[in-house]
């Protein structure tokens, strides 16, 4: 049985632009990222997460290797998706905006594969839910892929706003057994 290990947490103490998680150690085969958080756009509804992997500790890749298949769905609209190619990053989740009632914080999972293995593409599952109000909550899944080889050692993650105060990463890793 494969045994998960955490690797770092961030606890946002202040609202922060971008979140970048670095020196993630090669000795896994997988990683999981939990996030819970919230936007400090000051509006309601959903914002966008941005996602970039970044490798021999430099700043993390904006080119267009990246590809994503989104799905998302609601109770009050028609469920639908999407499917991105030749992109400057993922977007592996949406999460609620600043004035969303309750104070909600949206959480997200993402699994990263094979993200130490220079012989294949890093590839990304993820689910996430936003509940932005009482009649319009989203849940969202899909994959993604980072159509590179090299060692991910870097994880970039931001939104159009900023990350607010308690939000928080956690990062996990484990190898088949």
Do not use: C
């Not at 970048?20 to 958080?37: A, N, R």
């Not at 914002?47 to 998302?72: C, K, P």
Request: aromatic letters at 14%.
């Amino acid at each position: 049985m494969a045994v998960m290990e955490a690797i770092q947490t961030i606890y946002l103490e202040a609202d922060t632009a971008i979140v970048e998680i670095t020196s993630i150690p090669s000795t896994y085969q997988h990683l999981q990222l939990q996030i819970s958080g919230r936007s400090t756009a000051g509006d309601v509804g959903f914002e966008i997460v941005y996602f970039q992997f970044g490798t021999g500790g430099s700043a993390a890749d904006n080119s267009d290797f990246y590809s994503r298949h989104y799905q998302r769905g609601s109770g009050t609209y028609t469920p639908s998706a999407y499917f991105y190619a030749d992109t400057g990053y993922i977007s592996p989740a949406r999460l609620v905006k600043k004035w969303e009632y309750g104070g909600n914080y949206s959480p997200s999972t993402m699994d990263i594969m094979n993200y130490s293995n220079t012989n294949m593409n890093t590839a990304l599952t993820f689910i996430s839910y936003a509940p932005s109000s009482e009649t319009n909550r989203e849940v969202g899944f899909g994959s993604s892929l980072w159509r590179k080889t090299p060692v991910v050692d870097r994880i970039k993650i931001a939104l159009a706003a900023s990350w607010a105060r308690g939000s928080s990463f956690n990062l996990y890793g484990w190898n088949d057994s």
